[in-house]
């Protein structure tokens, strides 16, 4: 069998390293103990990360439990390791057992973090009225978006005759190349966070973005897209998405989004659309720059 270190994606211990090198004595022991730092440090990285999948697990089964074993299998880890992880979850609060082998539910410990309100709760409080008024005059689906890192949060939405729904169901979504305030939001990112996107997501598919498949055809789109000040989007799933950038004192912010059935999206539809749309990010735009210059001038008395 190969040595670990000759794998580029292998996980190695200080114990491969010395018998990879076949060091020993005090000349080995500064390699060999930085080697177990590392190993440690990426050790607990990744039972971070097993935690917060476990966490995001149990978000997505409000108040029905879910076993030990479910959780397993959906991870892709065995029951043992599942076990140890929930059972510090639990004796932080995080997560709560309802009996034994009858599942878990999410802990009181993470609703009281979440006491404080919606996620970006600024922009949700200054984006409702748009969007209900958005939505009741065209009949359609209005949502406000935002980007952080390779994710794209949905803050708010409200669908033709409903009340504004305030999304608490999913944080984030890695569909930025797939939808259109996705696109609109990757636009507006300054170059560094869209190098780290890249870095981070790869290009997109002919598939996923026809005619961005490479760096250069990415960043072209891109500027088109904030040379026109909005992305317009026929092929997903029978539905049409426009959308709009909102800035906060000229900063781009978040995105506002419409999405309309693709059988009533003709010419005339598409132009009241986008004069609606482009209004509404405005207004929003001007709300949240009002919003930021009320608190500057507060915190400056």
Known sequence: MASPLARRDAVVTPADLRRATGLTGSFAWPIIHQSEVRFCVLEMIRVLHKACDVLELLAAHPGDPVGLGEIATALGQNASTCANILKTLIDRGLVEQVAPKKGYLLGATVYFLARHGPYRRDIVAAAQPVVAELSAELAEMVLVATLKGARRSILCVVHPERAVQVR???????????????????????????????????????????????????????????????????????????????????????????????QRFDDGRRRQIVAAGRAAAQQLSEALTQSFQNKTAIAAD
Do not use: K, S
């Open 168 to 262: 608490d169901d999913i944080p984030y979504r890695n569909d930025v190349y797939e939808t259109a305030t996705g696109r609109v939001l990757l636009a507006h990112a300054a170059p560094r966070e869209v190098e780290a996107f890249v870095a981070e997501r790869g290009v997109p598919t002919e598939a996923c973005w026809p005619g961005a498949e490479t760096v250069d055809t990415l960043t072209g789109a891109l500027e088109r897209i904030r040379d026109e000040g909005m992305c317009v989007l026929t092929d997903r799933e029978e539905v049409a998405q426009v959308a709009f950038p909102v800035f906060e004192g000229g900063t781009p912010l978040a995105a506002l989004g419409v999405g309309v059935p693709l």
